[in-house]
């Protein structure tokens, strides 16, 4: 285990935080500010590396003012917890990737975490990425740079087994292209769990997607 008591902050350095290849790890009570990029996870390649991450979990992190994004899993992560944290004023919020032929990416939680006013967008889960739960979470104002419905709260894209679960999800007014604050496209498997979204606000299900479920309301308006 692995903690970090303290303050980030970025001097133009291209990650604040990286873990490639990294097992078993907790961050704990850190602000990482204006950063390339905030906190990348993917495979250490190479003779004698550690292979894919796993079992890591951010807790009370605050993550602010990259040039790139907030949280990035660019090639493979198993089990990352991420709780209680604030990403925000970044980009791309957080990534959540898989590769179409290599590593793979499943078992990823963000529980209890406010994401907020990212301009590209906010939570992007694809190529093959799994089992990943967004719970009790607020995601707020995200995408408001682009004029895409592609990027906004929650884009999934070549994703499976997906749960959205007791969240807030708002474009929170702001004049983005059809204001979707969910987008799906070639995924299998999504739950929407107790889903809240204010009015005039929607959600866009695209084609190839299977297997939805509505739970405890579904998605709904306050």
Not at 134 to 158: C, K, M, P, R
Not at 161 to 188: E, H, M, W
């Amino acid at each position: 285990e692995w903690r970090r008591n303290g303050f980030a902050y970025g001097t133009g350095d291209a990650f604040d935080l990286a873990a490639n290849g990294a097992s078993g790890i907790v961050i704990e009570d850190v602000m990482i500010e204006g950063n390339y990029n905030g906190f990348e996870i993917k495979e250490a390649i190479g003779a004698g590396s550690a292979g894919i991450p796993e079992n890591m979990t951010l807790r009370r992190v605050t993550i602010r003012n990259s040039y790139v994004g907030g949280i990035s899993i660019n090639s493979g992560a198993n089990h990352l917890l991420v709780e209680d944290s604030l990403i925000e004023n970044n980009p791309q919020a957080f990534s959540i990737n898989g590769t179409l032929t290599g590593p793979q990416t499943h078992a990823v939680t963000v529980r209890r975490s406010l994401i907020r006013n990212n301009s590209v967008g906010g939570v992007f889960v694809g190529n093959t990425a799994t089992d990943v739960t967004i719970e009790g979470s607020h995601l707020e104002g995200n995408g408001f740079y682009s004029t895409s419905a592609f990027t906004t709260q929650v884009v999934l894209s070549d994703a499976a087994n997906i749960t959205l679960k007791d969240s807030y999800l708002s474009t929170g007014g702001i004049p983005i292209f059809n204001r979707y604050v969910i987008q799906a496209q070639r995924t299998n498997g999504l739950v929407l769990d107790n889903v809240t979204l204010p009015a005039g606000d929607s959600y866009f299900l695209a084609a190839s997607v299977t297997g939805v479920s509505l739970l405890n309301g579904g998605i709904h308006a306050p």
